[in-house]
């Protein structure tokens, strides 16, 4: 990879803000197998679930929580499968502290759990219904447990930061001195503000020997700004999730985590080029699609339409870019659409090899607003088809004008489609039926233009197969001047009807300037 200040733009002030905050290897926890599939609506098969674990592991995190192997045999059976793929990650369980729970985990084989029981008042109260010293001493227990059975404890207080700060820090004692191995920091409704964080995590510090661990969720927005700010800390371990599911509004976001610790601290975790790709798959077997506009792995992420943003992003990319898009595994995208300007087709099209003159790029520029209309965008196929309809349309006034096209159809309503053209100057208006809008339009414009003219050939295709796509209709018609003649006539535009109008007119007109010429 490229040195890290090749890669990220970022900004000076991080660099004077984090002076002295030296941070050297922070590892990675990834949940999204755990706290991910608690989203709502996912549901992950085994199968699923072995796919995504080999996955992570090859991006390079350091733990995987497979799942909560209490809740369930096939929990346990799947946890059991992925601890069997000897994965360079280590494979952790979740469970409660209870007895009960750790023997789920250990009968999958795995040598890692991470226990919690929740230490703020609130859960004290309503939901565990015991005191201060009960919920300490059922932790201790738990976290003993786990350890006389050989396995490495990551203790996490759930709540942590609606916890009052002398009891939580009798906690973090109380489950180092148990054997604990990493103690967490939940931020389980996701309330904290990062610089409380950085408070409430050089508190802990004080006390705690053993490394500190953050599991941040994104309520209000600040999963991603809290796990850096503990990490600042002092924190060295962060719980993350991919594309950030989780609960609720989700956990940080693994990809966005790994950008902002090699961004701000310097800090390799995984293999970030490997990020797009995981984020992709882990999207589609989750059926969560991943926002246009997320950080990191969103389709606009590197995506520039504008013309200002095109010409700066073409000269240099650090100029409306954060970090550059191969270090996440990531392309850049230069849409084409109705924010374009002559600097972006013009790049496009020396990509693409097309040849273009500049006194036209005025009318390719109008063709792709027009086109472009609900924000679609062109792609490379459609650019094409509408450059060479340009080079080959004549570019000159046409002696038949179409000034005003309706056609009404629908199901069980026969086709009937009115038309008003201007020939020297005087308008002609017809209706026409047909089998079809196409066919009804077709025939109305003879009715207005002349009855003579004859449809010999008509081809219609998607340039592209999205339902989205540009059309391109060619009709060959006789008649319209010279009734011996063949005329061609083509268009591309995204209304079938319309784009069939407009390539008829075409052809009309084509026959008349010939015969006019002649
Ligand atoms: O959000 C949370 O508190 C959790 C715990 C199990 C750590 O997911
Ligand atoms: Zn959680």
Redesign the pocket.
């Known amino acids: 990879m490229k040195r890290r200040e090749e890669m990220i733009y970022d900004s000076h002030y991080n660099r004077l803000a984090l002076l002295g905050k030296e941070v050297r290897g922070v590892s990675i926890f990834d949940?999204t197998l755990r706290?991910g599939e608690q989203a709502p609506g996912i549901a992950l098969s085994m199968d699923d679930k072995i796919r995504i674990a080999s996955a992570l592991s090859d991006l390079g995190v350091d733990v995987i929580e497979a799942g909560f192997a209490a809740s369930g045999d096939s929990e346990k059976e799947t946890i059991r499968k992925i601890k069997e793929l000897n994965l360079p990650s280590k494979v952790c369980s979740?469970a409660r502290s209870v007895k009960g729970d750790i023997d789920s985990v250990i009968d999958c084989d795995v040598d890692y759990v991470?226990t919690?029981l929740a230490t703020s008042d609130i859960h004290l109260k309503y939901k565990l219904k015991m005191s201060r010293e009960e919920v300490k001493a059922k932790a201790v227990d738990a976290i003993e447990y786990a350890r006389s059975h050989g396995l490495t404890v990551q203790f996490?207080c759930?709540?942590a930061t609606r916890t009052e700060l002398d009891f939580l820090k009798e906690m973090h004692i109380a489950a180092q001195d148990a054997g604990a191995s990493v103690i967490?920091v939940?931020d389980?409704v996701g309330v904290i503000y990062p610089s409380a964080m950085t408070y409430l995590i050089e508190e802990l510090a004080k006390v705690t020997k053993v490394p500190i661990s953050v599991?941040c969720?994104n309520d209000m927005g600040l999963a991603v700004a809290n796990s850096l700010a503990a990490v600042a800390a002092g924190a060295e371990m962060v719980h993350v999730c991919v594309n950030g599911l989780g609960?609720r509004t989700g956990n940080a976001a693994l990809e966005e985590i790994a950008l902002g610790l090699y961004a701000n601290f310097g800090v390799e975790t995984v293999n970030m080029e490997r990020i797009g790709a995981v984020s992709k798959m882990v999207s589609r077997i989750t059926g969560y699609p991943i926002p246009y506009n997320k950080p990191i792995v969103g389709r606009n992420a590197f995506a520039h339409e504008s013309g200002i943003h095109v010409h700066g992003v073409l000269n240099n990319a650090a100029t409306y870019e954060a970090f550059r898009p191969e270090l996440v595994g990531m392309d850049r995208h230069i849409i084409l659409g109705k924010h374009s300007g002559a600097h972006s087709v013009r790049d496009r099209l020396n990509v693409l090899k097309v040849e273009f003159p500049d006194e036209r790029m005025n009318e390719l520029l109008a063709k792709i607003k027009e086109v472009s209309v609900g924000g679609k965008e062109i792609d490379d196929a459609e650019l094409i088809a509408i450059t060479d309809h340009i080079l080959w349309s004549r570019g000159e006034e046409d002696p038949i004008k179409l000034k005003e096209f309706a056609v009404f159809t629908g199901k069980g309503v026969t086709a009937t489609a009115t038309v008003t053209v201007e020939v020297d100057g005087k308008k002609r208006t017809s209706s026409s039926i047909g089998i079809g809008p196409v066919d009804a339009s077709i025939n109305a414009i003879r009715c207005a233009v002349n009855e003579k003219i004859t449809l010999e050939e008509y081809k219609l295709s998607a340039i592209t197969g999205g339902s989205d796509s540009l059309c391109e209709a060619t009709v060959v018609i006789k008649g319209a001047y010279d009734d011996r003649r063949l005329s061609v006539g083509k268009a591309v535009g995204l209304d079938i009807v319309a784009t069939s109008v407009d390539a008829t007119m075409e052809a009309i007109n084509r026959d008349y300037i010939r015969g006019e010429r002649s």
């Open positions: 949940t706290d979740l991470h919690f996490s759930e709540d967490n939940p389980t599991h969720h609960e």
